[in-house]
T-cell receptor, first 118, second 114 residues
Framework: NAGVMQNPRHLVRRRGQEARLRCSPMKGHSHVYWYRQLPEEGLKFMVYLQKENIIDESGMPKERFSAEFPKEGPSILRIQQVVRGDSAAYFC????????????????FGPGTRLLVL | AQSVTQLGSHVSVSEGALVLLRCNYSSSVPPYLFWYVQYPNQGLQLLLKYTTGATLVKGINGFEAEFKKSETSFHLTKPSAHMSDAAEYFCAVSGGQAGTALIFGKGTTLSVSS
């Protein structure tokens, strides 16, 4: 069972450009979470999605950031008009959909996308 | 509201020595507690978790942690450090339901010297 996949692993953008980060959850998982890790800090929750639904976006910046998890394909975190302060590692995690699964509350993390804004 | 405090941003031990990484939490609901390890430029790997039941939890790579409700602590230990244990360790808490965001501590970097 392949783990959580994220691409690209590294992304360089100039200020004002758009960044698109992709996340494919583990097989059988329909809960996806995005976290951001700034230098010298722990991970901060951004958004929680299920297929075609945003469930909790309380950690998302109000502007320039958006996320989706379509019926088909990976989850996408989109950052428009990037600024230097967006430079960080962005991690995706997934968890199973079956509440009877003993691991349903456990989140499994991908390798992350390291975004550098020049 | 939930929060996690990891005491000590850096811990250094000698190979073969005891590893103790401290984590205290606050939670208004019965917490689920997790320890994750992150190697340089990699994602987070689950070491162990506490949900319910036995308060001493054993994880991978010889690590274990004990949930102490009275002390609101979930410290991570390993009897004998290996060089390969050098990494960053994160303690996290959640409200115990699927779909609940994890709240992370700031992390503790473990260094192991020979």
């Amino acid at each position: 069972n392949a783990g959580v996949m994220q691409n690209p692993r590294h992304l360089v953008r100039r200020r004002g450009q758009e960044a698109r980060l992709r996340c494919s959850p583990m097989k059988g998982h329909s809960h996806v979470y995005w976290y951001r890790q700034l230098p010298e800090e722990g991970l901060k929750f951004m958004v929680y999605l299920q297929k075609e639904n945003i469930i909790d976006e309380s950690g998302m910046p109000k502007e320039r950031f958006s996320a989706e998890f379509p019926k088909e394909g990976p989850s996408i975190l989109r950052i428009q008009q990037v600024v230097r302060g967006d430079s960080a590692a962005y991690f995706c995690a997934s968890s199973p959909r079956d509440l009877r699964d003993p691991y349903q509350e456990t989140q499994y993390f991908g390798p992350g996308t390291r975004l550098l804004v020049l | 509201a939930q929060s996690v405090t990891q005491l000590g941003s850096h811990v250094s031990v000698s190979e073969g020595a005891l590893v103790l990484l401290r984590c205290n939490y606050s939670s208004s609901v019965p917490p689920y507690l997790f320890w994750y390890v992150q190697y340089p430029n990699q994602g987070l790997q689950l070491l162990l978790k506490y949900t319910t039941g036995a308060t001493l939890v054993k994880g991978i790579n010889g690590f274990e942690a004990e949930f102490k409700k009275s002390e609101t602590s979930f410290h991570l230990t390993k009897p004998s450090a290996h060089m390969s244990d050098a990494a960053e360790y994160f303690c996290a808490v959640s409200g115990g339901q699927a779909g609940t965001a994890l709240i992370f501590g700031k992390g503790t970097t473990l260094s192991v010297s020979s």
